[in-house]
């Protein structure tokens, strides 16, 4: 092959070369344009829909309408709620002939909720927003519509419960005293500040359960362990916090303050010197909760709320551990 050949051939592959190139440019390019048109779009879209804290929403909730800002139904992130009245998918939620947001919900209950949003906007760490007050026969239907909502940990009814007045302590170790038809449990005077247990009398499979204790000795407000635990677990050692099944609260000034979940500790410095001597504490013990777990909640007279998981379908007890030389704690009567 001549020399002109080779040269016109290398000509012709150039060429191609330019061609090829020039149309994988002209792809590029219009891929880039039509992302630009569909982001400016975007744009102008999300421009449409900008949303105030200050916006009043309009609502019909099972025929009943409400009205309240924007700002209160958003208030606890990461709900059901916040995500709806973000203002990113507000025009695809369903509304009534007069433009109303619409909620196949129970009027009263998504009242309740709405009432405990609205006081928590207003509410301090010295005065806390009040848990919802629902009759006890109503609990499961309205836990199921907070649960929906996404609000599980922030909603807590209040006035749900099943009164307890025949409490009293049973099994303990043998340092501890009971006194006053085993009302109160006295630890022995002990300088190596030796844990000793105690445990209730009766025994909870199901319903809404609410104990309340007082500490009515509580030595330098340092340790001391509340909480549940199952009803078989047969007593290995004096630290009934540590046993298999055990679940609650190390409450106290010591430094070391968590929970226990099944004898399993995790730290909480949440907890840290929120219990002190003359306190009366209240052990919530729910055997109906959802999500196939029970629950078990602690109420402080701080008005702080802490809440543990449990198993369903167990059966369990009262279970306290004491630390303290003479320390003293009272089933409180309802």
Same mark, same amino acid.
């Given at each position: 092959m001549s020399s002109e050949d080779l040269l016109s051939q290398f000509d012709e592959m150039v060429k191609r070369f330019k061609h090829e190139f020039n149309d994988i440019i002209e792809r590029e390019r219009a891929k880039m344009k039509a992302e630009v048109e569909a982001y400016n779009a =975007?744009?102008?879209? %999300?421009?449409?829909? *900008?949303?105030?804290?200050?916006? %009043?929403?309009?609502?019909?909730?099972g025929g009943q309408k409400f009205t309240t800002k924007r700002s209160t139904l958003c208030q606890v992130e990461g709900s059901l709620l916040a995500s709806m009245f973000s203002g990113r998918w507000e025009d695809g939620l369903e509304r009534d002939q007069d433009g109303a947001i619409f909620f196949d919900f129970s009027p009263? #209950?998504?009242?309740? $909720?709405?009432? #405990?949003?609205? /006081?928590?906007? $207003?509410? /301090?760490? *010295? @005065?806390?927003?009040? %848990?919802?007050?629902?009759?006890?026969?109503?609990v499961k239907n309205f836990n199921n519509l907070v649960e929906y909502l996404g609000l599980r940990d922030e909603i807590v009814p209040g006035e749900i419960v =099943? $009164?307890?007045?025949?409490?009293?302590?049973? !099994?303990?170790?043998?340092?501890? /005293?009971? #006194? =006053?038809?085993?009302?109160?449990?006295?630890?022995?005077?002990?300088?190596?500040?030796?844990?000793? #247990?105690? !445990?209730?009398?009766n025994v909870y499979q199901q319903g809404i359960v609410k104990l309340k204790l007082k500490l009515e000795s509580f030595q330098n407000n340092h340790w001391i362990f509340v909480g549940i635990g199952?009803?078989?677990?047969?007593? *290995?050692?004096?630290?009934?916090?540590?046993?298999?099944? @055990?679940?609650?609260? $190390? !409450?106290?000034?010591? @430094?070391c303050e968590g929970e226990y979940n099944n004898g399993i500790f995790t730290r909480n410095k949440s907890l840290t010197g929120v219990a002190k001597q003359s306190d009366t504490i209240e052990l919530v013990l729910d055997c109906n909760a959802t999500d196939n777990n029970a629950r078990l909640t602690l109420n402080l007279s701080t008005r702080q709320w802490f809440f543990i998981n449990i198993p369903q379908s167990q059966t369990w007890r009262l279970n306290v551990t004491l630390l303290g030389s003479n320390d003293k704690i009272r089933i409180v009567e309802n």
């Open positions: =975007e744009k102008q879209r %999300m421009k449409s829909v *900008e949303v105030s804290d200050d916006d %009043m929403i309009h609502l019909n909730v009263q #209950y998504f009242g309740f $909720i709405l009432d #405990y949003l609205r /006081t928590k906007k $207003i509410a /301090t760490p *010295e @005065s806390p927003a009040s %848990m919802p007050k629902v009759p006890e026969d109503q =099943e $009164i307890v007045p025949s409490e009293k302590f049973n !099994l303990h170790s043998p340092e501890v /005293t009971l #006194y =006053e038809n085993k009302k109160v449990a006295l630890n022995g005077p002990n300088s190596d500040q030796s844990h000793r #247990y105690v !445990l209730g009398r199952k009803r078989h677990v047969v007593p *290995e050692n004096n630290k009934s916090f540590e046993w298999r099944g @055990s679940y609650g609260w $190390i !409450l106290g000034s010591c @430094s």
